[in-house]
């Protein structure tokens, strides 16, 4: 049975200050019956390793180079994500492919690097509002994913999280039926080209808009494991209620 899933990004957010959220959320949850993990920005990212120490909370990064080293200025290679102790590193999101030019080719050549440096890599994908009502949703989902992750993954090293770009800090959702149509896809996508033991061991979550009075009916949707959540990640309160939201979903996937 796959084991669920809260992960938070905190993205350009967050000052030495709001480590104290971390530690909040970890006193709330001493024992969750899901994985919790949070991305904090680059400079907080070896303090929050520290305080998470001893604690289930995982701590990730926001993103990675593909090499291992050289002359990048302002980047931050796989290795070091993963030498700061780091465990994840969110790959493809929706703001670096708009913000940064990011293709699929270049989401995958990072994918293999943070591979290589043992961390478990959370893949996004997602549609614009004008792909959506243009009924391409699935086209689009089924080319970033044939074409961002790699080859050699399991259910140990990827995570795939489905994020519809129109939903992303709008406040809307799609709806249930639109959400699981996606992860049911996406499943299937996965057990196709993996085989059924790896596509089926994948943790699927979603992301856009998730909050506590919209958690609950979100995580009980087929093939929804867990949830890649932005600004309700900053706020422990809010981030617990989401929590605990996902330790109570019904769905087994």
């Known amino acids: 049975m796959r084991r669920k899933l809260a992960a938070g990004n905190w993205k350009m957010n967050g000052l030495t200050a709001q480590l104290a ?5 970890v006193q709330a949850h001493p ?9 904090p920005p680059a400079t907080l990212l070896a303090p929050m390793v520290e305080r998470a120490k001893g604690t289930p909370l995982a701590v990730g990064g926001q993103d990675c ?9 302002g980047d931050i290679s796989a290795p070091m994500l993963a030498d700061s102790g780091a465990s994840h590193v969110i790959l493809g999101h929706s703001e670096r492919r708009a913000d940064h030019g990011e293709r699929n080719e270049d989401v995958r050549a990072k994918a293999n690097a943070a591979l290589s440096a043992g961390l478990t890599c959370v893949i996004c994908c997602g549609e614009s509002e004008a792909e959506r009502d243009a009924s391409n949703t699935l086209d689009i989902i089924g080319g ?19 994020e519809p770009i129109w939903a992303i800090g709008t406040g809307r959702t799609p709806t249930l039926n639109q959400i699981g149509e996606v992860h049911d896809f996406i499943r299937a996508r996965l057990e196709r080209r993996f085989g059924e033991g790896i596509g089926r061991s994948v943790r699927l979550l979603y992301g856009g808009s998730v909050k506590p009075d919209n958690a609950e009916e979100i995580f009980n949707v087929s093939n929804v494991d867990g949830a890649l959540v932005g600004g309700a990640s900053l706020k422990a309160s809010d981030f617990s209620a989401i929590i605990t939201a996902l330790e109570g979903a019904r769905n087994q996937g």
């Open 21 to 25: 959220e971390a530690e909040a959320l």
């Open 31 to 39: 024992a969750p019956g899901v994985d919790m993990l949070l991305c």
């Open 65 to 73: 180079h593909k090499a291992g080293s050289g002359a990048h200025t």
């Open 144 to 162: 970033q994913l044939s074409g961002s992750v790699p080859d050699g993954v399991t259910g140990h090293n990827l995570v795939v999280a489905y």
